[in-house]
């Protein structure tokens, strides 16, 4: 099993900036993609960012040129740089990783239990 760690959400003022971070652990063989989906109340859980094992990006059109996306495979950690925060980007980020495990040997998809990001106007 792969477990999925994610923190650094919190309050923070329009304009603020804030890091997520997500930490995988367990029978990890190799981590394929990571990322960061949102979920804001009443709506659909969207993508926010991508970056695979090669370290190509991709982002939503909506948070392009003020959040980046990184990882550091030696930690199996993805990160998230949120900067110019928007009312708008309050939500439930949730952490996102394809992984083939030792056991049993498969690609799956796992996601962290989600982190709060609230931005005041």
């Known amino acids: 099993q792969v477990q999925l760690v994610e923190s650094g959400g919190g309050l923070v003022q329009a304009g603020g900036s804030l890091r997520l971070s997500c930490a995988a652990s367990?029978?990890?063989?190799?981590?394929?993609?990571m990322g960061w989906y949102r979920q804001a109340p009443g709506k659909q859980r969207e993508l926010v960012a991508v970056?695979?094992?090669?370290?190509?990006?991709n982002y939503a059109d909506s948070v392009k040129g003020r959040f980046t996306i990184s990882r550091d495979n030696a930690k199996n950690t993805v990160y998230l740089q949120m900067s110019s925060l928007k009312p708008e980007d309050t939500a439930v980020y949730y952490c996102?990783?394809?992984?083939?495990?030792?056991?049993?040997?498969?690609?799956?998809?796992?996601w962290g239990q989600g982190t709060q990001v609230t931005v005041s106007s």
């Open positions: 367990g029978s990890i063989k190799r981590i394929n993609a």
């Open positions: 970056i695979t094992v090669g370290d190509i990006t």
């Open positions: 996102n990783a394809n992984v083939l495990t030792f056991i049993p040997g498969a690609n799956r998809d796992y």
